[in-house]
Nanobody
């Protein structure tokens, strides 16, 4: 399984970005996928997760109401639509795939990780 995150960039506060996570491997369509992020000097933190059907989603409080996670299994891709971005959203964003179909905010539940894409929000 390989995951490729893309879509990061520089945006002004209040702006929007859409991240994509393209996956290869036959397990993608049956697995939970999540986004995590790591800001400079901080620990990695959970952002959002989506189950294999796209029916169950869960968000960190810090992004709830601003970020939307979705997936297209036919394309093998998971998305994160990020609106009303704030300076504190600046981080490297990673997508990760779990071995199970259950959603979780625990990074230890995720087996495969992408390389990360940098999001910088200027205030």
């Amino acid at each position: 399984v390989q995951l490729q995150a893309s879509g990061g960039g520089l945006v002004q506060a209040g702006g929007s970005l859409r991240l994509s996570c393209a996956a290869s491997g036959f397990t993608f369509s049956s697995a939970t996928v999540a986004w995590f992020r790591q800001a400079p000097g901080k620990e990695r933190e959970f952002v959002a997760t989506i189950d294999w059907r796209g029916a169950d989603t869960y968000y960190a409080d810090a992004v709830k109401g601003r970020f939307t996670i979705s997936r297209d299994n036919a394309k093998g891709t998971v998305y994160s639509q990020m609106n009303s971005l704030k300076a504190e959203d600046t981080a490297v964003y990673y997508c990760a795939q779990a071995l199970s179909s259950n959603t979780s905010s625990n990074a230890g539940r995720y087996r495969y990780w992408g390389q990360g894409t940098l999001v910088t929000v200027s205030s």
